[in-house]
């Protein structure tokens, strides 16, 4: 184990422009630092990184299984997505199923995170909805679970709705943590968020990946959500995505997950391990690179020889203008 600096610069030309710290710790199944960089023991918003984790009731409930829901279908209850026509396909014809509209969801409106999306949508003379939420897929399955459980789902993003309860108990037994007692904020779509141990996250994705330490039932349902991920990882991101290129690289090695402010998790089943990280600054592109190097470190490789470690960045013109890269 270390606990030497994980430092992410970006170069233009020959000249460091800017550097980013950033925290990380690999742990395995039953919560053994197997690595670490930086003061790991502080507590940190997950974000949307805890998505697959917050999937659990979903599976666990028998809901995903009675609505016959698809490995896209799971997939999207694990994604932060573009809103490109794929994805929103999907939410729509999910809702259809649950006899719901973008009404229902309550995770707000924005228009897609991929410009080429959000330009098609806007030629059409389509407003973007609900539906275009890079959370939507997460808020269908929160639906879902109500839906099956028979609870009025008007207000779920509440911290104590009964979908809400469910979500925080199944992070707490990924997680071997009382989630309510940590430090409750608001996310992005509207759900609550808590600041938790970045050693409790990387535990959980190290439970999801493998299934050890997790009973029968919930082996079961991490292995589906993992399988769908790896298998449609499209539909966790989408195109010119990180989330996306890694899992396709990898092969079905490792499930990996992206939120907001520099934060990621990945489970690798082969090893038992999984990770958990955050650049300090919020800086995604440190992320994203720093989750390369951790790979690299454990010796995963990609199945995609033409996968890089490192990002280079492209102004307007396509011109290679800057990397963003482990410092030297």
């Known amino acids: 184990m270390n606990k030497r600096e994980l430092v992410i610069e970006v170069t233009r030309g020959r000249f460091v422009e800017s550097r980013h710290q950033v925290i990380a710790v690999v742990c395995d199944t039953k919560g053994k630092r197997h690595s670490q960089w930086g003061n790991v023991d502080q507590q940190v918003f997950p974000r949307s990184t805890a998505k697959p984790l917050q999937a659990l009731p979903l599976m666990l409930s028998g809901a995903a299984q009675d609505l016959n829901l698809t490995q896209r279908q799971l997939a999207m209850s694990c994604s932060s997505h573009n809103g490109e026509t794929q994805h929103s396909d999907v939410i729509t014809a999910w809702l259809d199923q649950l006899g719901m509209g973008s009404e229902q969801l309550e995770c707000g409106s924005h228009w897609p995170l991929y410009q080429p999306a959000t330009v098609a949508l806007a030629q059409s003379g389509k407003q973007a909805c609900a539906v275009h939420n890079n959370c939507s897929g997460k808020h269908c399955g929160f639906l879902s679970f109500a839906h099956h459980q028979g609870i009025d789902p008007k207000g779920y993003i509440d911290h104590q709705h009964p979908v809400q309860l469910a979500v925080n108990d199944a992070m707490g037994r990924m997680m071997d943590l009382k989630i309510a007692n ?92 999984g990770i958990a990280l955050k650049a300090l600054d919020g800086t995604t592109r440190a992320a994203e690179v720093a989750l390369n190097v951790l790979l690299d ?3 995963i490789k990609p199945t995609e020889p033409q996968f890089e470690q490192h990002l280079e960045l492209h102004n307007c013109n396509k011109i290679h203008v800057s990397d963003v890269q482990l410092t030297s």
């Open 182 to 273: 940590h430090p409750m904020g608001i996310d992005g779509c509207s759900i609550p968020t808590y600041a938790l141990p970045l050693p409790n996250l990387a535990m959980a994705f190290a439970r999801f990946g493998s299934g050890e330490e997790l009973p029968d039932g919930w082996q079961k349902a991490c292995h589906s959500l993992y399988h769908a991920m790896v298998n449609e990882p499209f539909y966790v991101a989408g195109s010119k995505r990180h989330c996306t290129k890694v899992m396709q690289a990898y092969g079905g090695q490792v499930a990996c997950k992206t939120g907001a402010e520099g934060v990621y998790g990945a489970a690798i089943p082969s090893l038992g391990l």
């Open 297 to 299: 470190y454990l010796q």
